[in-house]
């Protein structure tokens, strides 16, 4: 490498760190410290005392082995990934942009069911709960009928125990991505939409005399595909849907002193 070359490197380092309060280590800071000649103590240091964002796929891992990157601090960059400080669990999707957006939990506004109406006809006909959403749209609109989501989980012994004893919510405590490990344990649903209402509606419950259960229908399920990109990391390709309100909502075991109440919601245009 010349010496013009190294300066200039050497000089876009030292400028990031006088313009940046704290910096985030990445696949490409890494790249850089390795052409200005950082051995490996000093690289494995730096990512050991920073904030990271980790890319571990393998065309990226590739990147960091043509450019002479260590085995030892690949390894590192492979277990910090899975880690990263600016990454919150959660469910992303994929903008136009190319960008990964969150999306926040949308709370049920409330529930109405038929029962009364169920007992005067019969007690062996279902009655149905159904969850209401306000609004008749979503705020995460996706410009794509075939979205693609990215689902993060963290599946720590010490987050599982530390959510069942606090109270809250928001990212600290997003306890289906600390209680779940796989998107298995979610189904994507279409919401009815009530124009007039101006909300968004699906079931969420049924019963009868005889029995009654919770829970969206399995039959109502769309289908969509999984591919695990890390160990707490999974890519979400939803089948075509056509535009409309939809939503992912979480169908597994839910934790003491929790309730759920909330599902992932987007709509397609």
Same mark, same amino acid.
């Given at each position: 490498?010349?010496?013009?070359?190294?300066?200039?490197?050497?000089?876009?380092?030292?400028?990031?760190?006088?313009?940046?309060?704290?910096?985030?280590?990445?696949?490409?800071?890494?790249? $850089?410290? *390795?052409?200005? &000649?950082? #051995?490996?103590?000093?690289?494995?240091?730096?990512?050991? +005392? %920073?904030?990271?964002? @980790?890319?571990?796929?393998?065309?990226?891992?590739?990147?960091?082995?043509?450019?002479?990157?260590?085995?030892?601090?690949?390894?590192?960059?492979?277990?910090?990934?899975?880690?990263?400080?600016?990454?919150?669990?959660?469910?992303?999707?994929?903008?136009?942009?190319?960008?990964?957006?969150?999306?926040?939990?949308?709370?049920?506004?409330?529930?109405?069911?038929?029962?009364?109406?169920?007992?005067?006809?019969?007690?062996?006909?279902?009655?149905?709960?159904?969850?209401?959403?306000?609004?008749?749209?979503?705020?995460?609109?996706?410009?794509?009928?075939?979205?693609?989501?990215?689902?993060?989980?963290?599946?720590?012994?010490?987050?599982?125990?530390?959510? $069942?004893? *606090?109270?809250? &919510?928001? #990212?600290?405590?997003?306890?289906?991505?600390?209680?779940? +490990? %796989?998107?298995?344990? @979610?189904?994507?649903?279409?919401?009815?939409?009530?124009?007039?209402?101006?909300?968004?509606?699906?079931?969420?419950?049924?019963?009868?005399?005889?029995?009654?259960?919770?829970?969206?229908?399995?039959?109502?399920?769309?289908?969509?595909?999984?591919?695990?990109?890390?160990?707490?990391?999974?890519?979400?390709?939803?089948?075509?849907?056509?535009?409309?309100?939809?939503?992912?909502?979480?169908?597994?075991?839910?934790?003491?002193?929790?309730?759920?109440?909330?599902?992932?919601?987007?709509?397609?245009?």
């Amino acid at each position: 490498m010349s010496i013009f070359k190294k300066v200039t490197l050497l000089f876009a380092l030292f400028f990031s760190l006088a313009t940046i309060a704290q910096e985030t280590i990445t696949n490409e800071s890494v790249i $850089q410290m *390795q052409e200005l &000649g950082f #051995d490996d103590h000093m690289i494995i240091d730096k990512i050991n +005392s %920073s904030n990271v964002k @980790f890319d571990a796929s393998i065309s990226d891992l590739s990147k960091l082995k043509q450019a002479g990157v260590s085995s030892n601090v690949i390894s590192l960059i492979m277990q910090k990934s899975k880690h990263n400080t600016k990454s919150k669990t959660g469910i992303y999707y994929t903008t136009t942009e190319g960008k990964q957006k969150l999306i926040q939990p949308s709370v049920f506004s409330g529930t109405r069911t038929n029962a009364a109406a169920q007992k005067l006809v019969s007690g062996f006909i279902n009655s149905k709960q159904k969850s209401a959403l306000p609004k008749a749209t979503s705020n995460n609109v996706i410009k794509n009928n075939r979205p693609e989501f990215t689902f993060l989980f963290d599946v720590s012994t010490a987050d599982v125990d530390n959510m $069942q004893t *606090q109270q809250g &919510g928001g #990212d600290l405590f997003n306890w289906w991505f600390r209680t779940a +490990s %796989s998107p298995n344990e @979610f189904v994507l649903i279409k919401l009815t939409v009530r124009e007039k209402k101006n909300l968004r509606e699906v079931i969420t419950g049924k019963g009868n005399s005889l029995s009654s259960s919770s829970g969206v229908d399995p039959k109502k399920a769309l289908p969509f595909s999984i591919e695990e990109i890390e160990s707490n990391k999974f890519k979400v390709v939803a089948e075509t849907l056509e535009p409309g309100e939809y939503a992912f909502f979480y169908q597994g075991q839910v934790p003491g002193g929790r309730s759920n109440q909330s599902v992932f919601d987007f709509s397609i245009q």
